[in-house]
């Protein structure tokens, strides 16, 4: 099975997060999806709202789905920045064996030579790209 990681601040969540969501879960059949707040996203400014009410706002957006996501609270539980390559061996320990999509839109991968050991990340993962 494969699993799509949807990481960001979601500040706040939105419809069209879900239609990329929703989009890389087709493109992904028989995938399902873990949608993951940042507690702070290294490469933004600080977020508007706390990250327990951006989290309680993304489970409200997927509430009654029937599509197998999910919501971890592994960067918000931490209380502390938190980045990919961490988020990534957190997820590979948990589900071990799946293949991993990091997905994104095209803006954050433009910035990916910013990013925290970027050749870490993109040893753990592959990216799955939305405009």
Not at 13 to 31: E, F, I, M, Q, V
């Amino acid at each position: 099975m494969s699993l799509i990681l949807f990481g960001g601040s979601f500040d706040p969540p939105h419809r069209a997060h879900l239609r990329l969501l929703r989009a890389g879960l087709k493109a992904l059949k028989g995938s399902r999806a873990v949608i993951m707040p940042a507690y702070h996203s290294p490469l933004k400014a600080a977020a508007r709202v706390s990250g327990k009410e951006r989290l309680a706002l993304v489970r409200a957006l997927i509430s009654g789905l029937n599509e197998d996501i999910s919501v971890d609270a592994f960067e918000i539980n931490r209380g502390r920045m938190t980045y990919s390559y961490e988020t990534l061996k957190h997820l590979k320990k948990k589900f071990p064996g799946e293949k991993i999509y990091f997905l994104c839109g095209s803006d954050a991968l433009s910035t990916l030579h910013d990013w925290a050991r970027p050749g870490e990340v993109r040893k753990n993962c592959t990216f799955l790209v939305g405009r």
